[in-house]
């Protein structure tokens, strides 16, 4: 590792009086040893170098090296790994990659990189298609296809005929494929979620009931701390330090009106530092109230084993939906995922607002998105026609 990140030296050719620098195996002789032009030519050929990711830069009219598609792959996925991350995480944009490269370098990874082109990019989406993924996957997955030879072309690994070629393939349209489309998400119905929160532990229960009243997204609610709600603010406000949009330099704030500022009150007063919903407090509740009904019962159960991963000090959304789906099963309702709280939350407000107020609330930048999570109010139109129609 020490070795990947070490700059080859400026050095003096003692033969010639030159100085030297040695990239990739090849030596470039930059003028007189100890020379200011000697310096300024190492600092181009060293940067250049390093741009092009410690490869030599193709002169003008040198021929482009023969590469095969899973050596242009593997050098993308390099580069993705440094690039989809955040808090020195990978993304979860980093799997999705994975796997687009992978059924790449399955089906071409042996062809030349300038003999790819739209009817390989076509098989690789047929590929998809069969193993069933979504109209809107498969589009997803070939656009992450045509990425990776974008910056191929801007490293100058392949032609920029490459690229073009594969951009005149177009997404599947719905309808005109075999391709399944998604089912719509739709809001949770009122009556599911009223018979699941007398299941839920204390703290599920409050992101269940700030994401109906709020509208925010499961990451931001599970990920809430006490310093990062403003309480000298009327409403209260919320800024979580990560969203979904914070790659393009956009704000979200989520402003807590009485009835949310109630339900968090308990967990501010009793974590005043780090995360407000833990799911090591809550099994720490179940346990007491079981220790509780053991001592009222003669009867004892089978001791469970320990568990040995310890509990983390705060939900995750994959931690946040599965505690939802296990009080769904015990309701004996159809499971539902918290991210469609957010539909209950924009339908909701777009009734009684409008879609201008619940495209603020929701932190959309256009009203078009927040029409994909409102459902539409049909009964006033159904009013009107009654009466005029």
């Not at 407090?281 to 089978?302: D, G, I, V």
């Amino acid at each position: 590792m020490r070795s990947r990140r070490r700059i080859p030296s400026y050095r003096h050719h003692k033969p010639s009086g030159l100085a030297v620098v040695t990239l990739s195996g090849r030596d470039f002789y930059l003028g007189p040893f100890g020379s200011e032009v000697s310096r300024q030519e190492y600092d181009r050929v060293t940067a250049e170098w390093l741009a092009n990711g410690r490869r030599l830069v193709r002169t003008p009219g040198e021929d482009r090296p023969a590469l095969h598609v899973v050596q242009v792959l593997l050098a993308y996925w390099r580069h993705a790994q440094v690039y989809y991350r955040r808090d020195g995480r990978p993304t979860t944009e980093l799997g999705h990659v994975r796997v687009s490269l992978r059924l790449v370098r399955r089906l071409y990874g042996r062809t030349l990189a300038e003999e790819f082109g739209p009817l390989a990019l076509k098989a690789c989406r047929e590929e998809l298609v069969r193993r069933g993924l979504a109209r809107r996957t498969v589009n997803q997955h070939v656009s992450r296809i045509k990425r990776a030879f974008r910056w191929a072309v801007a490293e100058e690994l392949v032609s920029p005929a490459v690229y073009h070629a594969l951009q005149a393939v177009p997404g599947l349209r719905r309808g005109r494929s075999e391709a399944r489309e998604r089912k719509r998400v739709l809001p949770v119905p009122e009556e599911h979620v009223e018979a699941v929160l007398p299941l839920l532990g204390t703290a599920v229960r409050a992101m269940v009931e700030l994401q109906r009243l709020t509208g925010m997204r499961p990451g931001e609610v599970v990920a809430m701390r006490a310093q990062q709600v403003d309480r000298t603010a009327t409403p209260w406000t919320y800024r979580p330090v990560r969203h979904k949009t914070e790659h393009h330099g956009h704000e979200r704030v989520v402003y807590l009106g009485p009835r949310a500022q109630a339900i968090l009150a308990p967990f501010l007063e009793d974590r005043p530092a780090g995360h407000l919903f833990s799911p090591k407090e809550a099994e720490e509740a179940r346990n007491a109230k079981r220790r509780l009904a053991k001592s009222t019962t003669r009867k004892r159960k089978p001791r469970k084993a320990a568990r040995r991963r310890p509990w983390r000090d705060h939900y995750d959304v994959a931690s946040y939906r599965r505690a939802i789906r296990r009080a769904c099963d015990r309701a004996d309702v159809p499971p539902w995922h918290p991210h469609r709280l957010r539909h209950n939350a924009a339908t909701r407000l777009r009734e009684e607002f409008g879609i201008e107020a619940a495209r603020v609330v929701l932190g959309h930048r256009s009203a078009a998105v927040t029409e994909i999570y409102a459902e539409i109010d049909r009964t006033t139109a159904a009013r009107v026609m009654a009466q005029v129609g």
